[in-house]
């Protein structure tokens, strides 16, 4: 594992209609389909949830929490949440803004070095910031 995949990535590969999807988020499917392949997946519990959240019919619950059983967890501690409040907080002195579990999922990355897949522009933000304020 060495991808931890968003849950912007993992609603579009596993709850849109392929025929539904953009050229450009069929790519991104397609790069994801590729990292499924590697074995490069990761994913933590609060992706796993935001995923399941909002799905209105049991049964597409049901059958989206089945093809995400497959997928292992990434283990969180409490370092890992300590680190993510740090992060969010010291975001916060400098007058950016940021979600807190956007900066969990930031801090998982961070301690199990890993990537992260996601549509969401905020991310590149984080990076960027992020990589002044470790050194």
């Not at 399941?52 to 990434?74: C, I, K, N, P, T």
């Not at 949440?81 to 579990?101: C, K, M, P, Q, W």
């Amino acid at each position: 594992m060495n991808t931890l995949v968003d849950a912007s990535v993992w609603s579009l590969a596993l709850r849109r209609r392929p025929d539904n999807l953009a050229a450009e988020e069929r790519e991104i499917v397609e790069v994801w389909a590729g990292l499924v392949r590697e074995d490069s997946v990761a994913i933590i519990g609060v992706i796993r949830q935001e995923v399941l959240s909002g799905v209105r019919r049991r049964a597409d619950f049901d059958q989206l929490r089945e093809r995400l059983a497959g997928f292992r967890d990434v283990r969180l501690d409490t370092g890992d949440y300590v680190r993510a409040a740090e992060f969010l907080n010291e975001r916060r002195t400098h007058g950016i803004s940021g979600t807190a579990i956007d900066m969990l999922i930031c801090a998982a990355a961070h301690r199990h070095s890993l990537s992260i897949f996601t549509t969401e522009g905020d991310f590149a933000n984080y990076a960027t910031w992020l990589c002044t304020c470790l050194q």
